[in-house]
């Protein structure tokens, strides 16, 4: 089991930064790919970014490229995003998800965190 804690959500004025934080407890070891969706209200659930075991591979929504930066560090069993130049479309719950070795999907969510960006 993998467990997920998100942080640093909040309130920011568009073009305003955050970073949110995702600490990962249990079997990190078996964490291949760990990332983040979001969920606005009335919306479906999308992918936001996500970033391999070492780092060296990452990928974003077409949405946020430019904006956001995914990390990880694995020292420290946490994976983040920044997220600068905010726009009110960012407003969500953001959720740190995780994907074990093998799967095709991502096995376990966190709690999700508030982000909301005024106008």
């Known amino acids: 089991q993998v467990h997920l804690v998100e942080s640093g959500g909040g309130l920011v004025q568009a073009g305003g930064s955050l970073r949110l934080s995702c600490a990962a407890s249990g079997r990190t070891s078996s964490t291949a790919v760990m990332g983040w969706f979001r969920q606005a209200p009335g919306k479906e659930r999308e992918f936001v970014a996500a970033i391999s075991w070492s780092g060296g591979s990452t990928d974003d929504a077409d949405s946020v490229k430019g904006r956001f930066t995914i990390s990880r560090d694995n020292a420290k069993k946490t994976v983040y995003l920044q997220m600068n130049r905010l726009k009110p479309e960012d407003t969500a719950v953001y959720y740190c998800?995780?994907?074990?070795?093998?799967?095709?999907?991502?096995?376990?969510w966190g709690q999700g965190t508030q982000v909301t960006v005024s106008s």
């Open positions: 998800v995780a994907k074990v070795w093998g799967s095709s999907e991502y096995n376990y």
